[in-house]
């Protein structure tokens, strides 16, 4: 399975953390965020990976390459894991020369991709499911023929609503929509339903002819969403749900959330946050 990570977002909600670093390397515990986001990938069956990068962005593919001057410290179980992984799929680099929108980052994935089907995960996104969520895609892909594009979706509560792409249309099993309206980050009032596109998708390589001729849209960028929404024009799209948790770090609250969510999951941490927490608490 080919997967795109598009990760060249600037990160501007993270100023200053993210001037000369890019936001996908932002740790939560001990991992940045794009090594679970490639950890998902491979766990879903992906061999061949392209992350899509941009300008200050070189850390993303030094995580990835060998450290030879870290000596000894490469054989720290973490290190040699870190390195497996490197291992386990063929990880491409391939930048974005100009920030114009996520469906743009995707597109510079496309002589890569060629003509399969393809799975994309976002860079500042983990998901802890089970099965790993690219994989709960891919089934559905398959099950549903194997030609129509699937976005994973989840219901948003009204506060979030313009947060997300939308999608909207009839249930034609349980948890498959077929997706008929797609909006980018609506207004409450102009949202077609309460379906979020949560950020991974398996889309087919007709994907790449809707996203050279979709106009620009919300903030001068090529959106994603209306891309797909394009394609929907012509051939099936599925909105799916899945199980599992998702944790979006695009903010600093959600970023700090994300690592007490992970840190109170390791009993060793958890023995020494649930005091410091009831302490700060009064
Ligand atoms: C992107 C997509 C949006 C989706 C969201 C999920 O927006 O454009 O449709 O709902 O990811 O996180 P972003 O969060 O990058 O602004």
Redesign the pocket.
Known sequence: MKVVIPAA?QGTRFLPATKSMPKEMLPVLDRPVIQYVVEEAIASGADDITIVTGRGKRALEDHFDLSPELGKYNELPAMKSLDELAERATIHFVRQRTPRG?ADAVLCAARHVGKEAFGVL?G??INVCEPPLLRQLWDRFEELGGHSSVIAVEKVPDSKVS????VAGPEVRPGVTEVQKMV??PTLAKAPSRL????AYVLTSSIFHEIRTTPPGRNQEV???DAIDRLRQREKVYGVGFTGTRY?I?DRFLWLKTNLEFAMQQPELRERLRPLLREMMG
């Open positions: 977002g996520l976002l500042d996104t947060d997300y792409g939308i980018e980050k979020g596109i949560t950020g959106q994603l969403t979006d695009g």
